[in-house]
């Protein structure tokens, strides 16, 4: 602990938030110092909750160390683990806690998780333990087998233990259960390894302790002779006594019980804990005593985040069923478990029922009523905090819903499809009729509804009836037609709310856009971003399945359409080669242009280190925010840079070039600014960029496609060696004449060559620049994006020309404000402890966020339906639809690592100014995720009959406010 200063911590954090937000974190700090253990935080939506429970942890911290505590634990729950990766980095106030990707949530494992922290070096030394739970799997334990890795641990544990060394085999069967791939792949060892790990760490106290707790816990001889029981006859094919799941649900309840007694928490945070109230209950059950173990630990304080702790109200039908005011007896449920304290419940209610029965008995002129409700206020306030938007706002306007007043223009096609929809269910024998919702969200039903009863109904008839399944004709709107998709040919208009979207998610020409223009360019933006002020993401919310998969996979169809499709309409027939939608995927046209290529020997990618290098001088020569205060625009800018240029051009020319060669020299584009910085910078670099290059699986610059890294990289250590050997000997460079454009091309490099502008705007480091660099080339590299490249300035004379037009792209689509925008986004979304290490873990939060994630959706055909049901091929599931400018979020079943890591990808992408722009979601969305960083248009395909699940965006803290004006002027971003 000697080198935590919680004076310097606290600073730090504290001055990361707005005066409100740390008005709270002293209001908490205050209640905790007097003996209110349990508070609630209960401001609005869009706050900044996470963020004043960052502060409330330091507060707290101090508060230990006041109170002579050797390590602060802190466990953070949340509803599931991508809402924990995403606030898990923002807790990290010491940035002392080792923070992945959060995968052992569950309570059952935590005494293995506890043991690696305590022996932690680190994080020890940074006094705080912080530690993530999921209460759903970790609390809910009555059915089911648990994940793979909770059921890992468990084995090694188990089989340490005496009483199970001669059942090892059969033991390690039961646990498998059907995770056969998984355990042997990886899961088995893993968690012995980590046992292992901290048996060494602590010389045998661990797991020692853990199994001594196991035959020290209360119900433990009938849970073994019951486990032993089992294991027989699973062994021995007998009758089993109770089922696999009713066995380790024991064990798990056993090994979480054994987990709480470990845990023994300084400071709880429940956010959304509205999602979880089972963990308030005070009954008797199982889940119960776990919960109440847990919570009321010595000294152990508790912080509630929640924007609707309770139902905020019941209506008269509500009540007449239920026989209770529910919303008012949830009221009470909540203030009970903040004031845990009989004396003051009592007088919290009676308070309380005071001030109803004054509200009941109101007269006019009754001022009396006034103080009853200050002493109701001041009674609740003694336990909650809330601060509303309004009151923070200069202004309340802050949500435009003008939309509303504009009607969706239904057309035939919209009443057509639920007509043939009707007609096709009403011949088979169900007794279900089609719910007109569905047809008004979704077109093209038979192709979406996957898993939905309708169609499993309808397939199941035409299975034993296929002659009365109808012609394709008499269903044209009911399916996608692949040959139709595959021409890129527009589809059929057939559902008013999917042409509302399209038309807001394409406006302006948005589908030649590769990414979020910037909300403060430093100067005028072109080409396909002159009028792309104010476009932002589109956030969706369906009630149905079926919504987030068809915009995912029909909007990203149309955006293709617009580019690759109008591409290939306007070429000529000769050069129609790998055309359509469907064609092989590395061959689809238009291919892939900013390689590497090696041609009869000879390099031919050279120029394109003008898009990968990052050079200092040429970096130095455009300053942003002095540009942006001094209003100059980007002909002045242009302008600055060209005179800065020529002086340089002239001192390369006079000692590099060659007066007697006057053949034009392509060499100028990117010898030039490595000559500019000298040789030994640009050395330098290059060592750099080979070992980055080396680490990237996912390179699309490389012509031969190989699983053998060493093949795939032959044409880049080609370039290398070429450069190489310029740099070796620069006097022997000679350089001809220049070209015409040399000069523009260099100053559009200065304004937008991604590896520049990155130099620039994260630390100046020349690695990051070039590997973050690398993954924009990568994306340029995509057919949508080099169609986008070549209707915005046409198609170049050769293709080892396009990355000049990449470069003017980038210019005019303000690529340096961008970037910038989202470095100070991630900074803030991650609540950086130092500056020691931000650049770096911004840096690899956009590594992450940026690489290519390629997603498909199936969409069912009716030749495909035709030949599941004539028995021709059952396994036939339809066509693939690529996904790239919109995607769906979806409750995937299952919370393994693929299912969350693939859900951590969308929310990353969804959050960073690349695509996707369009993000659909179920209720899932509004999980306590956040998705505000570049959205700020909400659509509500279906309105939800809960007022409380209507979708926000009033993170008003983001984007749109990241510019501050200082009292002289000057724009600080």
Known sequence: MSQFNIDEIEKRTLSGLKDFQRATVERVDYLFRHNQNRVLVADEVGMGKTLIARGA?????????????????????????????????????????????????????????????????????????????????????????GSVQERALMYAILRRMPDFKGHVTSLEKFMIMDAVKAWDGWAKWNF?????????????????????????????????????????????????????????????????????????????????????????????????????????????????????????????????????????????????????????????????KNYSHALSELKAGDSAIIRMKELAENAMYQGVSRTERISVMDSGDYTDDSSVKHHLQIDENDINSYIQMSRLLSKTDSNHSLPVDYAKSCPYLMSFMKKYKIKEQIEKYYIKHPDEFGSEREQSLLWLNCNKINKYDELPKTNARLEALKEKAFTGGAEKYLWIPPSLPYYEMQGAYKNSKGFSKILVFSAWEMVPRMIGALVSYEAERLTVGKLVHQIKNQDKKNTGYFAEGSRRYP??????????????????????????????????????????????????????LKEKLAIIEEKYGD????????????????LMDGVIYAKHWIEDIVWEMNTDEEDTTFEVRSSSKDKRNKGFIAHIDKLRNYLDAPEEIHLGRKPEDLLETLVNMVLGSPAICIYRSNGRSTARATSLAKVFVNNFNLPESTAIIDLAYGRCRDDNSHWQNVLKYCKDGCFQAMI?????????????????????????????????????????????????????????????????YAVGFTKDAGDNSKVVMRK??????????????????????????????????????????????????????????????????????
């Not at 009869?600 to 020569?621: C, H, I, Q, W």
């Not at 007697?660 to 600014?673: C, I, Q, S, T, V």
């Not at 809960?946 to 000057?970: S, Y």
């Open 57 to 145: 942890i330091v507060k707290t911290a101090r508060l230990r160390i006041e109170e002579k505590d050797d390590l602060f634990k802190v466990i953070y729950i949340c509803s599931n683990q991508n809402i924990a990766n995403q606030n898990i980095r923002k807790l990290d106030v010491t940035g002392k806690n080792a923070i992945g990707s959060v995968s052992d949530t569950r309570l059952s494992m935590q005494h293995l998780k506890i043991t690696e922290q305590e022996n932690d070096p680190q994080i020890k030394e940074g006094f705080i333990q912080l530690i993530p739970l999921t209460p759903e799997t970790s609390f809910r334990m009555t059915t089911g087998g």
């Open 192 to 352: 012995e390894n980590r046992v292992a790990e901290c048996e060494k760490m602590t010389k045998g106290v661990y797991p020692q302790n853990v199994i001594e707790k196991i035959l020290n816990y209360q119900e433990y001889e009938s849970i073994r002779d019951m486990l032993l029981n089992h294991l027989h006859e699973r062994r021995y094919n007998k009758q089993l006594t109770y089922s696999n799941y009713y066995v380790m649900n024991k064990l798990r309840v056993m090994f979480a019980r054994i987990s709480v007694s470990m845990l023994e928490p300084d400071l709880v945070i429940m956010d959304e804990f509205q999602r979880f109230k089972f963990l308030l209950s005070s009954d008797d059950s199982e889940l119960g005593i776990l919960a109440h173990s847990f919570l009321s630990g010595h000294d152990t304080r508790v912080l509630l985040l929640s924007a609707t702790p309770y139902k905020l109200y019941s209506t008269l039908e509500e009540i007449d069923e239920n026989q209770i005011d529910e919303h008012y007896a949830e009221f009470f449920q909540v203030m009970n478990f903040l004031f845990d304290d009989e004396v003051k419940d009592i007088k919290f209610k009676e308070v309380w």
């Open 591 to 644: 291919v892939a242009r900013l390689r590497f290529n090696v041609s009869n020997g000879e390099v031919r990618g050279m120029s394109l280190f003008a898009l990968l290098y990052p050079s200092k001088t040429l970096s130095d020569m455009y300053l942003p925010i002095e540009s942006l205060n001094n209003h100059e625009s980007l002909e002045v800018i242009e302008k600055s840079v060209r005179l800065k």
């Open 659 to 674: 007066s007697g060669n006057n053949k034009e020299d392509a060499r100028w584009y990117y010898l030039a600014p490595m």
């Open 820 to 884: 910038d925008e989202y470095i100070h986004m991630l900074k803030e979304t991650a609540g950086f402890q130092s500056d020691g290490n931000q650049y770096q873990i911004v840096h690899d939060m956009m590594m992450d966020s940026l690489k290519i994630h390629t997603a498909t959706y199936i969409a069912d055909t009716y030749p495909d339906f035709k030949k599941r049901i004539n028995g021709a091929d059952r396994k036939s599931d339809g066509c693939r639809i690529r996904s790239s």
């Open 904 to 973: 951590e990808n969308i929310r990353n992408a969804f959050n960073s100014p690349m695509r996707p722009f369009v993000l659909a979601t179920t209720s899932i969305g509004q999980e306590g995720l956040d998705f505000h960083n570049y959205c700020r248009v909400i659509m509500h395909w279906n309105l939800p009959s809960n007022p409380i699940d209507v979708g926000r965006i009033l993170r008003t803290f983001k984007i749109k406010k990241n510019v501050e004006v200082t009292d002289n002027g000057k724009i600080i971003i």
